[in-house]
């Protein structure tokens, strides 16, 4: 009786299953979730810290026919603590967020699948503070990248019971292949009060990926909820060695514009 | 992402001096062979060393630093060479001071307490550059003293704080305009690895100021940012330091931490007076002075009385 009440509930809030990918039209993108933050920060320690962040995003997207277009953007704030020590007061506050722009083409397209390919610009920023020091206790890193893009969607058409589950994925990845850094110096933050690394830096200097994974279930009136799963990994081998890792879990409410 | 190095008592020590050896400013100023004492206070270490014979260690190589910018914050204890000042005559006594020549009715403004003392002279003490004070109240101070006749500047035991405060109250007791302080800092690995060299202008003050004759008076215990306060109006002809020579200090300092997450911090910077001469050992007083420590039981300061001396 319950799976018969739960699948009618599913049956109601996709009146309207279409044999059209769920990803086309315009949509504004609010998201809430949790973040596991790493990073491992030269100019604050030689361990590695890591720990829980709230998360929040905004986004468009928009998808006409061959072309995709998505910006969008996310912001978390956490505590971390050295990932190999236990009964340390050694903290971090850390602000991270990225600001992603992607435009892709489709390449490949099928009943159920699609392939798209196409350019992002992919950025990555971070504040830390840590609570035990003075004059060097702020450090960030912003990584200003661009490169490729590529999605798959995926939109399977499943039915259980003779009830239509219109349920698609989509995933995604970002492999930029130049950044703009802009970065502490080797001793100190700042020299006359401008950041003081900031350079041009490409592939093998520096890393940056991201990977996304969505699974999109439609709701009544054209809007969508998405359970978001992201990686998003940037590295700079430079004089201050810099790593920062994030994996979050949002869920994404997408409104039909 | 790189792996975590080991959190053993050699590891430790070996990350220690490898990142003062890759990022501390003053080995060379110093004349310190860092080589030779790392292997020398390595030596007793082993993988089965406690905590506190590491932190024994590292506390020995540390104080051949001689410098007051370098501690280790361990949770049992912390290393440090205070030798700066507990080697020199302390010349300040905050007892005779208040009693007799602040006095019950001295002003206080912010960190700063001034008054008047005999023969229009203006006294005003400043005993952390830690505790701010407004333009306003800086404006209030510098209008209470514009009929005096002279300055007393008083920052014994003043251990330092925001460099930003100390500009602001130089800015009030210079008359030119001028570079008053040079710096520069680590920026690679190699011992000559220095760079990001800048210079310090400063020009008086175009609100409430004092530009006649002021004496500036000093101990050791002058440090940081009260050195870097120091070093600020030597160029000033109007102005005398009296005392003893400063802590010193010259250098900013950073923040890092080992793999057991002690942390620690070492100066990355150096700071020189416009002619070139570093202060990282002191700024030497125009009149050198010490206290005659017997006069506190008369209730004298015998660098106050000079300095008024001076102003007469």
């Known amino acids: 009786m319950k799976k018969l009440s739960l699948l009618a509930l599913l049956a109601f809030f996709c009146a309207h299953l279409q044999a059209q990918s769920l990803f086309e039209g315009e949509y504004i993108l609010f998201g809430l979730g949790g973040q596991m933050e790493n990073f491992k920060d030269d100019l604050v320690s030689p361990l590695q810290y890591r720990g829980y962040s709230g998360a929040a995003a905004l986004g468009w997207h928009s998808q006409h026919g061959a072309w995709q277009n998505n910006l969008d953007g996310h912001i978390a704030i956490g505590l971390q603590s050295p990932a190999a020590l236990n009964n340390v007061s050694n903290q971090t506050t850390t602000i991270s967020g990225s600001i992603n722009y992607n435009l892709r083409y489709r390449l490949v397209n099928s009943e159920k699948q699609a392939l798209f390919l196409g350019l992002c610009s992919a950025n990555l920023i971070g504040f830390r503070q840590h609570n035990l020091y003075s004059n060097s206790s702020l450090s960030f890193s912003n990584f200003i990248s661009y490169g490729l893009s590529a999605s798959w969607q995926y939109q399977p058409q499943l039915k259980i019971w003779n009830v239509k589950l219109p349920f698609a994925w989509q995933t995604e990845f970002n492999f930029p292949l130049a950044s703009y850094l802009i970065m502490p110096g080797y001793n100190r933050q700042f020299f006359n009060d401008e950041a003081g690394l900031k350079k041009h830096s490409f592939i093998g200097d520096f890393w940056h990926l991201e990977f996304r994974h969505n699974l999109v279930y439609p709701l009544k009136n054209g809007n969508q909820v998405r359970l978001s799963y992201n990686w998003n990994y940037a590295e700079y081998n430079g004089l201050n060695y810099l790593a920062q890792a994030q994996h979050y879990l949002m869920f994404h409410l997408l409104f039909k514009l | ?312």
Not at chain 2, 58 to 63: A, K, P
């Open chain 2, 1 to 312: 992402m790189r792996d975590d190095p080991k959190n053993d008592p050699l590891t430790n020590y070996n990350e220690l001096w490898q990142r003062l050896n890759d990022r501390y400013a003053y080995f060379q100023e110093k004349n310190i062979n860092w080589d030779s004492l790392g292997t020398i206070y390595r030596a007793p270490l082993s993988s089965a060393s406690s905590d506190e014979e590491l932190f024994s260690a590292m506390d020995s190589l540390l104080f051949a630093l001689r410098d007051g910018h370098v501690n280790l914050f361990a949770p049992f204890n912390i290393t440090r060479n205070w030798e700066w000042y507990l080697g020199s005559p302390q010349n300040f006594n905050w007892e005779v001071l208040e009693r007799n020549y602040l006095g019950r009715d001295h002003k206080i403004a912010g960190g700063i307490r001034y008054t008047y003392l005999k023969d229009s002279i203006a006294y005003l003490y400043y005993g952390s550059f830690s505790s701010n004070f407004s333009t306003e109240q800086l404006d209030y101070i510098f209008n209470y003293f514009k009929n005096a006749k002279g300055l007393i500047v008083d920052v014994r035991d003043n251990g330092g704080g925001s460099l930003n405060n100390a500009f602001s109250l130089a800015q009030r007791l210079i008359k030119t305009e001028g570079i008053v302080l040079l710096s520069d800092e680590k920026i690679g690995p190699n011992p000559q690895d220095f760079g990001n060299g800048r210079q310090y202008s400063l020009s008086p003050s175009s609100r409430p100021n004092f530009t006649k004759n002021t004496i500036l008076l000093t101990n050791r215990s002058c440090y940081s940012a009260t050195n870097t306060f120091a070093a600020l109006l030597k160029s000033q002809a109007h102005i005398i330091q009296l005392g003893d020579t400063t802590g010193g200090g010259g250098g900013l300092p950073v923040d890092y931490e080992l793999p057991n997450g002690w942390n620690y911090r070492f100066s990355s910077t150096r700071s020189f007076l416009a002619t070139g001469e570093d202060i990282e050992m002191g700024v030497i007083p125009e009149i050198p002075l010490n206290l005659d420590t017997s006069e506190y039981n008369l209730g004298r300061d015998g660098l106050i009385e000079a300095a008024l001396a001076e102003l007469h």
